[in-house]
């Protein structure tokens, strides 16, 4: 496997899911809770629609950008918006809906994300930081 520097930035951008613990576990709860709303909405047999399978390449990309890495707080806690509004209304959709089924169906990842949501403080946006 090459090294970053002959890697293209998108791919070194999502090795960034794997190789830091709490992005991994973030990306884990994104697909499974999308995999989830698909069965339910769009195709009961277990594959993910186009649509649901564009939405969670475009979260994922997002995730891997993401400038808090180790520390990033929940979505619904974080200062950075990084969604475009309509990516934005299918995640709001996806949530609102999967959220409270995640406790029956995957309650490992539930009580993750319950654990991040009242214990990690949203940091400050990562280019105020070093104001003076």
Request: hydrophobic residues 30%.
């Amino acid at each position: 496997m090459p090294d970053d520097r002959q890697m293209p930035a998108a791919d070194s951008r999502l090795a960034r899911l794997d190789a830091v613990p709490r992005l991994r576990e973030e990306k884990e709860t994104l697909e499974y809770m999308v995999l989830s709303y698909c069965r339910r909405h769009h195709n009961p047999s277990g594959t993910v629609c186009p649509n649901c399978a564009d939405f969670l390449a475009y979260a994922l990309r997002r995730l891997a950008c993401c400038p808090y890495g180790q520390e990033k707080p929940v979505c619904a806690k974080c200062r950075i918006h990084c969604y475009k509004p309509q990516y934005k209304e299918v995640a709001r959709a996806v949530m609102r809906e999967e959220g409270p089924r995640l406790v029956l169906t995957h309650p490992v990842l539930a009580a993750k994300h319950l654990w991040y949501s009242c214990t990690v403080k949203a940091p400050e946006k990562p280019r105020n930081r070093n104001r003076n």
